[in-house]
C-alpha cells in the first residue's frame, strides 16, 4: 500500500501565494507521474497539473503562468506552487501518484491523497 500525505493548504487573500506538498511513502519500487487535482464545491474534480518522473509537464489553462509543478524524485514529493491565487481557486486539492511495487511486476496503480483545503478569499 501506498499513503499520500498533502500539506500546505489554507486561506490566502487574492492575488496572494501558498505552496502545497504532498509525499508519498510505503511499498514504492518508482513512482511515475505525479499530479493535483481539485474539486470545487457542487463541481466534479479537474486536473490542475501533472508531472513525468522525467520532469515533462500539463497544466489546466486556468493555471498557466501562475501556477508551477516540481517533484523531487528521491523524496516521491511533488510541489504545487501557487501565486496569483483567484477566489475562482478555491477548492479542495488532491494529490495523486501512479505508483510501481515491485520491479518484477510494471504494473501501476492509482493513489490518492485525502485533500487538502485551499480557500481564496479576502
Known amino acids: 500500500q501506498v499513503q499520500l500525505v498533502e500539506s500546505g493548504g489554507g486561506l490566502v487573500q487574492p492575488g496572494g501565494s501558498l505552496r502545497l506538498s504532498c509525499a508519498a511513502s510505503?511499498?514504492?519500487?518508482?513512482?511515475?507521474?505525479m499530479g493535483w487535482y481539485r474539486q470545487a464545491q457542487g463541481k466534479q474534480r479537474e486536473l490542475v497539473a501533472r508531472?513525468?518522473?522525467?520532469?515533462?509537464?500539463k497544466y489546466a489553462d486556468s493555471v498557466k503562468g501562475r501556477f508551477t509543478i516540481s517533484r523531487d524524485n528521491a523524496k516521491n514529493t511533488v510541489y504545487l506552487q501557487m501565486n496569483s491565487l483567484k477566489p475562482e481557486d478555491t477548492a479542495v486539492y488532491y494529490c495523486?501518484?501512479?505508483?510501481?511495487?515491485?520491479?518484477?511486476?510494471?504494473?501501476?496503480?492509482?493513489?490518492w491523497g485525502q485533500g487538502t483545503q485551499v480557500t481564496v478569499s479576502s
Open positions: 508531472i513525468t518522473n522525467g520532469g515533462s509537464t
Open positions: 510505503g511499498s514504492i519500487f518508482r513512482v511515475n507521474a
Open positions: 495523486n501518484a501512479d505508483v510501481i511495487h515491485s520491479g518484477a511486476d510494471p504494473r501501476s496503480y492509482d493513489y
